[in-house]
């Protein structure tokens, strides 16, 4: 009878456990609202301020290089408009993308997955969201490969169902989350629906699903996360938000504010 009291007891504390555990923290295109976001600078400051994690964005130029930068054009990071699937990587290097920050920082420039790769402490986690389609996944893998970081360190994010799906093909050992926001169907009904989330992280093989914080609920969570994916959510800057996201299972905060979000959290 003690062995299975003892048992039952081990049980309970094991899946308390898991229920909570804290969450990530994930700094947004790194620390960005203190620097400019998807920049060398933003990265290495969400670090500093006790990020779990970074996510950064990426597109595929028209030399094949890979570069971290969320819009397709550059626009908004440098007051020109290059499109960047359409330009070298020479080209885009040549732009200043910080000042339109602050002047703090005048002089910063798009990085290279390569870079922001070299930023990553041991021990800390890459969310990559691909922007470009799935022509950029072997380039993807191979610079994955080259920067030194373990499996599980690298989790590749998105929107478009055929990259994830692509990712998954060739390199299954490395987790990949759908992205989605909801939207208000005429009927009034949100969608995605739980079904069609469901559906589509079994085509593409996905590990989990990652959502805006608006539209989702705790009952879609809780069916997302009872037929073995992960959930995930974005993009939430105050306290109160994330908690109640936590207490439904969230497993992620992503966060411009990284150092404030920890203590909110935790403090």
């Given at each position: ?61 028209k030399d094949g290089e890979i ?27 040549q732009l200043e993308v910080g ?169």
């Open positions: 009878m003690r062995n299975v009291v003892e048992a039952i007891v081990l049980g309970l504390f094991v899946n308390l456990s898991i229920c909570y555990a804290d969450p990530l923290i994930i700094a947004h295109r790194g620390a960005s609202k203190d620097a400019p976001e998807n920049t060398i600078p933003a990265f290495e400051l969400a670090w500093q301020q006790g990020a779990d994690a970074i996510e950064g964005d990426f597109h595929f130029t570069v971290c930068i969320h819009d397709k054009n550059t626009l908004k990071v440098s007051g020109k408009d290059i499109e960047v699937r359409k330009s070298t990587l020479a080209v885009l290097r000042r339109y920050h602050s002047d703090a920082y005048e002089g910063t420039t798009i990085p290279t997955i390569a870079e922001v790769f070299a930023t990553i402490p041991s021990g800390k986690k890459f969310y990559i969201e691909i922007k470009s389609s799935p022509a950029i996944v072997p380039k993807l893998i191979e610079e994955i490969e080259k920067s030194g970081l373990s499996e599980s360190q690298i989790t590749v994010i998105s929107f478009k169902e055929n990259v994830i799906r692509a990712l998954k093909v060739k390199a299954p050992q490395y987790k990949a989350y759908w992205l989605s926001g909801f939207k208000k169907a005429s009927s009034g009904e949100l969608k995605p629906s739980a079904k069609k989330i469901l559906r589509t992280l079994k085509k593409t093989r996905a590990d989990g699903f990652s959502s805006s914080k608006t539209g989702i609920s705790d009952s879609v969570i809780k069916e997302v996360k009872a037929r073995g994916y992960e959930y995930h959510v974005w993009t939430i800057d105050d306290g109160d938000t994330a908690k109640q996201l936590v207490e439904w299972g969230a497993q992620s905060i992503t966060t411009n504010v990284p150092g404030e979000m920890r203590k909110m959290l935790f403090e």
